[in-house]
């Protein structure tokens, strides 16, 4: 067993290069894992600028001096923050404000239209099954409730930490984005010299993890606004809210577009009734999500990212566990990570031993 061990090891951890790399992922990961949320602030600044980078690097492609290229790409910034704060949010926290006073109407309606179901078909449902879906709903209406009172407390106790990272966050993302060689230079000073294989994988995945969240968020931003003029044209309640739900769902593929069609159903039948309109807004919300999987996405992504749908569903379970939303945002691309790091492992380890 030992020698099965020591085989094991000198096999995949004998090159110097897998050791740092081996040791980079083991920091990184503890770091996260420990003090993930202490840190947040400098995490979403980095993530940012980051991406935010990249627009700077276009500007400067266009003969554009890299501060002006910083100072536009930072401003533009700042300004959608802004509409996001004191327009977006506004609306968005007015509409859900509305639709949970709405649930014990919707509730209500409900439970007359389930309580008819065992005279309809008593042979699939027995009046017994519908009382005991009825309590588990009200549990779950009862739980939701208190969760959003709570969250609201907890936010008005916290309102001083978000205000202190709305302005820490984004002086964070300038300095970063006006000394980055600065500070990249600064960090690779603590890294050995011999470090290829960690500079290969950086180089394979920059490229990749960059556009694939470039391209994620111009789709979110594409779905959500398409989404909102068409519910907006079928006057359909909470449309910035439903919207705003179904461009974030884009984060979860394949689940996220089966779980708002619910919301979006639920809303529409409560509006209208089995009508031609809620089978307007539904089929126009398939339309959305078939337009997207099938058009926006080929034209963003391309083969940018190159994973199996089963191994994309388990990243978004398993980050979005760890992490929550950052999880399931980054998810794709750090399962794309760990692909190029499994690729590179053994090459690095067996071509050695062929030598």
Avoid: C
């Avoid at 202490?38 to 001096?65: E, H, M, N, R, T």
């Avoid at 109407?105 to 009825?134: A, N, T």
């Avoid at 749908?309 to 999880?327: C, D, K, Q, S, Y």
């Amino acid at each position: 067993m030992l020698k099965l061990v020591n085989d094991w090891y000198h096999r995949h951890f004998s090159d110097p290069q897998v050791a740092i790399l081996a040791l980079l992922l083991v920091i990184s990961a503890t770091i996260l894992y420990f003090i993930g949320d202490v840190i947040a602030p400098l995490l979403a600044a980095i993530i940012i600028a980051y991406l935010l980078d990249g627009a700077v690097s276009v500007l400067i492609k266009q003969k554009i001096p890299r501060f002006i290229a910083i100072f536009v790409t930072f401003s533009l910034f700042t300004i959608s923050l802004l509409i996001v704060l004191f327009i977006l949010a506004p609306l968005l926290i007015r509409q859900a404000t509305q639709f949970v006073l709405e649930i014990p109407k919707m509730f209500s309606q409900g439970q007359d239209l389930l309580m008819q179901l065992p005279e309809k078909y008593p042979s699939v449902i027995s009046q017994q099954q519908v009382s005991e879906l009825l309590i588990g709903i009200r549990t779950q209406i009862t739980d939701f409730s208190q969760a959003v009172v709570s969250f609201s407390l907890s936010s008005v106790s916290d309102l001083l930490t978000y205000m202190v990272y709305l302005i820490v966050v984004p002086i964070l993302i300038f300095f970063f984005l006006k000394d980055k060689d600065l500070i990249t230079n600064w960090f690779k000073a603590f890294l050995p010299r011999d470090r290829k294989l960690v500079s290969q994988i950086w180089l394979e995945m920059n490229g990749k993890i960059a556009g694939y969240v470039r391209g994620k968020f111009v789709e979110i931003v594409i779905v959500w606004v398409v989404s909102y003029i068409t519910f907006m044209v079928f006057d359909l309640n909470y449309s910035m809210l439903l919207s705003f739900a179904v461009g974030v769902s884009v984060l979860i593929p394949y689940v996220g577009a089966a779980i708002v069609t619910l919301p979006i159903a639920i809303v529409a039948y409560f509006q209208w009734g089995y009508s031609t309109e809620m089978l307007y807004v539904v089929i126009a919300y398939a339309i959305i999500q078939f337009l997207d999987g099938n058009l926006l996405v080929p034209l963003l992504f391309s083969e940018m990212v190159n994973l199996h749908p089963a191994a994309i569903i388990v990243a978004v379970l398993l980050f979005g566990g760890l992490w929550g939303i950052w999880g399931v945002f980054f998810a794709i691309p750090l399962a794309t990570l760990i692909h190029a790091i499994i690729n590179s492992w053994p090459r690095a380890t067996l071509d050695k031993e062929l030598e």
